[in-house]
Nanobody, 118 residues
Framework: VQLQASGGGLAQAGGSLRLSCAAS????????MGWYRQAPGEQRELVAT???????NYADSVADRFTISRDNRRNTVYLEMESLKPEGTAVYYC?????????????WGQGTLVTVSS
């Protein structure tokens, strides 16, 4: 499985960005897809996930500002980010995995850099 993320860039605080991640290859359609981020000097952290059925989960820090969605026909996951904050500056990674089966189905994209200026 290959994950290709796009949409990162520079935004001002309070602005918006939309990330996309397209999955290709030997995809299991019930895969969970998600976004994680890693700021400089920090550990990678969960941003949001979405199941094939549309159930979402968000980090508390973004729950009222970010929206995750997916297009199962295109095997693509999106992250709409609004009211961006400088602390949101990080490399954002998409992930595709199966709950309880990450030993054999757990894939990461290459990451896309989001920089939020104050």
């Amino acid at each position: 499985v290959q994950l290709q993320a796009s949409g990162g860039g520079l935004a001002q605080a309070g602005g918006s960005l939309r990330l996309s991640c397209a999955a290709s290859g030997s995809i299991i359609t019930r895969q969970i897809m998600g976004w994680y981020r890693q700021a400089p000097g920090e550990q990678r952290e969960l941003v949001a996930t979405i199941t094939s059925g549309g159930t979402t989960n968000y980090a508390d820090s973004v729950a009222d500002r970010f929206t995750i969605s997916r297009d199962n026909r295109r095997n693509t996951v999106y992250l709409e980010m609004e009211s961006l904050k400088p602390e949101g500056t990080a490399v954002y990674y998409c992930r595709a995995y199966l709950s309880g089966s990450t030993n054999y189905y757990n894939y990461w994209g290459q990451g896309t850099l989001v920089t939020v200026s104050s």
